[in-house]
């Protein structure tokens, strides 16, 4: 059996439990190129990680997925409180986290930051003054003091970073692997959805999610 923060693992966390709400749809069961959008998040991040964490208000609409489900710890605390859950719920010692919306991760960049990540708490992207909370590496040491922050409602990120060993990823280093930022490109309107076929280019396609009764699950996709 596995000892609870191994080194020798790596874990992956997506939150898939915010609102869809200015999109009018549920984002991660989009169809990109005849796959659900979460089914090519799992994809993706299985590649670097020796199990991938799902964190989901509805946690039945995503056991049908190669991922461990859970539900938040602390629920309604945004992401922060997401993050909590998915470094609790973690075997590893530390996690990526990545958000449920985001098409087109770059393996490059994921791999030289999880090769930073052993010597930090945190390895975050950074573009001047914007950093990307739901595209970093976070370790287990920075469960208490994000346990700290929840309970004191504070869902402020960056708020605990004074306190824990942080490598910033800056523009520099980013564009090496990914001169468009498009790792940090999210689907959260129509607008994003259009530039997202834009990006895709001619012959694949986003086909927007089916409304589905409460309490039934989308298909899998079959690739």
Same mark, same amino acid.
């Given at each position: 059996?596995?000892?609870?923060?191994?080194?020798?693992?790596?874990?992956?966390?997506?939150?898939?439990?915010g609102?869809?709400?200015?999109?009018?749809?549920?984002? @991660? &069961?989009?169809?990109?190129?005849?796959q659900? +959008? #979460? $089914?090519?998040?799992?994809? *993706?991040?299985?590649?670097?990680?020796?199990e991938?964490?799902?964190?989901?208000?509805?946690?039945?609409?995503?056991?049908?997925?190669?991922?461990?489900?859970?539900?938040?710890?602390?629920?309604?605390?945004?992401?922060?409180?997401?993050?909590?859950?998915?470094?609790?719920?973690?075997?590893?010692?530390?996690?990526?986290?990545?958000?449920?919306?985001?098409?087109?991760?770059?393996?490059?960049?994921?791999?030289?930051?999880?090769?930073?990540?052993?010597?930090?708490?945190?390895?975050?992207?950074?573009?001047?003054?914007?950093?990307?909370?739901?595209? @970093? &590496?976070?370790?287990?040491?920075?469960?208490? +003091? #994000? $346990?700290?922050?929840?309970? *004191?409602?504070?869902?402020?990120?960056?708020?605990?970073?004074?306190?824990?060993?942080?490598?910033?990823?800056?523009?520099?280093?980013?564009?090496?692997?990914?001169?468009?930022?498009?790792?940090?490109?999210?689907?959260?309107?129509?607008?994003?959805?259009?530039?997202?076929?834009?990006v895709?280019?001619?012959?694949?396609?986003?086909?927007?999610?089916?409304?589905?009764?409460?309490?039934?699950?989308?298909?899998?996709?079959?690739?």
């Amino acid at each position: 059996m596995t000892e609870r923060g191994s080194l020798s693992r790596s874990s992956a966390v997506v939150l898939a439990g915010g609102s869809s709400s200015r999109l009018g749809q549920d984002k @991660a &069961f989009l169809f990109i190129d005849r796959q659900l +959008l #979460i $089914e090519r998040i799992i994809e *993706a991040l299985s590649q670097l990680s020796d199990e991938v964490i799902i964190v989901a208000d509805e946690v039945d609409r995503y056991e049908q997925f190669e991922a461990v489900v859970v539900s938040d710890v602390y629920p309604g605390k945004g992401a922060l409180g997401g993050i909590y859950s998915g470094l609790k719920a973690a075997t590893g010692s530390r996690s990526l986290v990545v958000a449920c919306d985001m098409p087109f991760l770059n393996l490059s960049l994921l791999r030289y930051m999880q090769g930073l990540a052993s010597r930090y708490d945190v390895v975050i992207p950074r573009t001047g003054k914007l950093t990307e909370a739901l595209h @970093a &590496f976070y370790s287990r040491n920075c469960l208490p +003091l #994000i $346990e700290e922050q929840l309970l *004191a409602g504070d869902l402020r990120i960056i708020h605990f970073f004074p306190h824990v060993r942080v490598r910033y990823v800056d523009r520099e280093e980013i564009e090496v692997f990914d001169p468009e930022h498009l790792s940090f490109f999210n689907i959260n309107s129509q607008a994003d959805l259009e530039k997202a076929r834009e990006v895709l280019g001619p012959g694949q396609s986003i086909t927007p999610a089916r409304t589905y009764p409460q309490g039934s699950h989308p298909p899998r996709s079959h690739t």
